[in-house]
């Protein structure tokens, strides 16, 4: 297989060039370069494990998902992009491990921590990779996935981690493997129309929209000062099994999807915060069909949301407008940076976003991904790290549901991530002990 793109080359959207602009900026700086924004999600490969068949699987994927193919290159001050037709070589490392490691996780606890300190070149070589780790004295495997926030978030990693369950179960089988159920995403058409829907009327009438909602905003008033660096932290909690149900039916009630209850919480602490009534919150527009919200990519993009609560109102009811709010804000959607960049100038170069706070919808996924057959990947929880160097945001929210695939019991589990060069452990624990109360009490 040739590594070397063969594609035609294309000009990158007006974010991702913004957002390649700043990784060249920073790139001399190593507590400020976005070389290091990437995530690893890493699994413990359960079931029967074949080598030979597991790399089939990854093969047959990268040559349907553009992400894994993806490179960008830049000539001058421009940028561009093209999609290889065939996966680089070594996008796959194997490393088989014998009886002298004595405990698989350790190494693998190591492994991923030394990995997360290589940075991407993000130039002329794909921004993700895959390292599968066997370990065969202890019936153990375990797979990594590297990738960079500009090709795969978060999101799109687990899509593309069904679809290699589906391709690998069928090598299992020895049958013809099926074509992934979603959709990948095509990058160099979606900038393509990105680039042409922003210079439209509609982008034009679209962004009059976006001046008029956020530009009497006090924060938009005000020039971001330079904040000190330092790695992301986190803080954790679970609601109970009890208190979890509680929010189920509440939202089943009020016809909103739980998550909004989180959000309805996470704005009421970020008022009691901020001191302030009129929080904007940049709320993750997804790679989701707008026609059935099915995942169909491995993007994402951000939309930023204005919220004037009534914070004597029932939680179900801030979460009723809050649906509101955000449905309204994607129905104007715009590329993120293209608002920033229009709205507050002053603030582009100098910070990444123009709201210092962040909402992530996780979706619904267990810490077991299976589908029913010989081959499951266990999310490997104790052996994540937060690879951030430098994030826009002071807190970020992040949600997602624990419990066993069989029992209908699940929590509610809640990650506040936070700027750790620029707050404290004990504001962030404020804030969510504060929308834990709140959920506790909805």
């Given at each position: 297989?040739?590594?070397?793109?063969?594609?035609?080359?294309?000009?990158?959207?007006?974010?991702?060039?913004?957002?390649?602009?700043?990784?060249?900026?920073?790139?001399?700086?190593?507590?400020?370069?976005?070389?290091?924004?990437?995530?690893?999600?890493?699994?413990?490969?359960?079931?029967?494990?074949?080598?030979?068949?597991?790399?089939?699987?990854?093969?047959?994927?990268?040559?349907?998902?553009?992400?894994?193919?993806?490179?960008?290159?830049?000539?001058?001050?421009?940028?561009?992009?093209?999609?290889?037709?065939?996966?680089?070589?070594?996008?796959?490392?194997?490393?088989?491990?014998?009886?002298?490691?004595?405990?698989?996780?350790?190494?693998?606890?190591?492994?991923?921590?030394?990995?997360?300190?290589?940075?991407?070149?993000?130039?002329?070589?794909?921004?993700?990779?895959?390292?599968?780790?066997?370990?065969?004295?202890?019936?153990?495997?375990?797979?990594?996935?590297?990738?960079?926030?500009?090709?795969?978030?978060?999101?799109?990693?687990?899509?593309?981690?069904?679809?290699?369950?589906?391709?690998?179960?069928?090598?299992?089988?020895?049958?013809?493997?099926?074509?992934?159920?979603?959709?990948?995403?095509?990058?160099l058409a979606i900038a393509a129309a990105e680039n042409a829907f922003l210079a439209s009327k509609d982008g034009e009438k679209r962004m009059a929209w976006w001046r008029k909602y956020l530009s009497d905003h006090a924060f938009i008033q005000k020039?971001?000062?330079?904040?000190?660096?330092?790695?992301?932290?986190?803080?954790?909690?679970?609601?109970?099994?009890?208190?979890?149900?509680?929010?189920?039916?509440?939202?089943?009630?009020?016809?909103?999807?739980?998550?909004?209850?989180?959000?309805?919480?996470?704005?009421?602490?970020?008022?009691?915060?901020?001191?302030?009534?009129?929080?904007?919150?940049?709320?993750?527009?997804?790679?989701?069909?707008?026609?059935?919200?099915?995942?169909?990519?491995?993007?994402?993009?951000?939309?930023?949301?204005?919220?004037?609560?009534?914070?004597?109102?029932?939680?179900?009811?801030?979460?009723?407008?809050?649906?509101?709010?955000?449905?309204?804000?994607?129905?104007?959607?715009?590329?993120?940076?293209?608002?920033?960049?229009?709205?507050?100038?002053?603030?582009?170069?100098?910070?990444?976003?123009?709201?210092?706070?962040?909402?992530?919808?996780?979706?619904?996924?267990?810490?077991?991904?299976?589908?029913?057959?010989?081959?499951?990947?266990?999310?490997?929880?104790?052996?994540?790290?937060?690879?951030?160097?430098?994030?826009?945001?002071?807190?970020?929210?992040?949600?997602?549901?624990?419990?066993?695939?069989?029992?209908?019991?699940?929590?509610?589990?809640?990650?506040?991530?936070?700027?750790?060069?620029?707050?404290?452990?004990?504001?962030?624990?404020?804030?969510?002990?504060?929308?834990?109360?709140?959920?506790?009490?909805?």
């Open positions: 297989m040739s590594p070397n793109p063969t594609s035609m080359l294309a000009p990158v959207g007006k974010h991702t060039a913004h957002y390649l602009d700043v990784v060249e900026k920073f790139r001399a700086d190593p507590e400020r370069s976005y070389h290091h924004h990437h995530l690893m999600i890493n699994f413990q490969i359960l079931g029967p494990f074949d080598a030979a068949k597991f790399k089939a699987a990854l093969h047959k994927l990268a040559k349907v998902q553009p992400a894994f193919r993806l490179s960008f290159q830049k000539a001058g001050p421009a940028w561009t992009q093209s999609i290889a037709d065939e996966p680089a070589n070594g996008f796959i490392e194997h490393k088989t491990f014998g009886p002298e490691v004595t405990n698989w996780r350790n190494t693998t606890r190591d492994l991923i921590i030394a990995e997360n300190e290589i940075a991407f070149r993000m130039t002329g070589e794909p921004l993700i990779k895959f390292t599968i780790l066997e370990f065969p004295t202890h019936n153990a495997a375990v797979f990594l996935t590297k990738f960079h926030h500009i090709v795969c978030d978060g999101w799109g990693i687990l899509v593309a981690l069904s679809q290699l369950l589906a391709l690998y179960e069928a090598e299992l089988q020895g049958v013809n493997a099926p074509a992934p159920a979603m959709q990948p995403s095509d990058f020039p971001l000062a330079e904040r000190p660096q330092g790695r992301l932290a986190a803080c954790i909690d679970h609601l109970s099994f009890e208190t979890s149900a509680k929010l189920f039916k509440l939202a089943e009630q009020k016809g909103v999807h739980f998550s909004y209850l989180i959000h309805a919480a996470f704005t009421k602490a970020l008022a009691t915060w901020t001191k302030s009534d009129d929080v904007m919150v940049t709320f993750v527009k997804a790679n989701r069909n707008d026609a059935n919200s099915a995942v169909v990519g491995n993007f994402a993009d951000w939309v930023t949301v204005r919220h004037q609560l009534d914070l004597k109102a029932p939680l179900g009811d801030i979460a009723k407008a809050a649906e509101h709010d955000v449905n309204q804000a994607k129905e104007n959607y715009l590329p993120y940076w293209h608002i920033v960049e229009q709205i507050c100038p002053h603030q582009y170069f100098n910070d990444f976003g123009i709201t210092p706070y962040s909402f992530d919808f996780m979706p619904e996924f267990n810490p077991k991904i299976d589908f029913g057959g010989k081959a499951s990947f266990l999310l490997l929880r104790d052996l994540e790290v937060f690879p951030f160097r430098l994030t826009a945001t002071d807190i970020f929210c992040r949600t997602t549901l624990v419990g066993d695939l069989d029992k209908k019991e699940r929590k509610i589990e809640i990650f506040l991530i936070y700027h750790g060069g620029y707050l404290k452990e004990d504001q962030v624990r404020g804030v969510l002990n504060e929308m834990k109360a709140a959920l506790e009490a909805a």
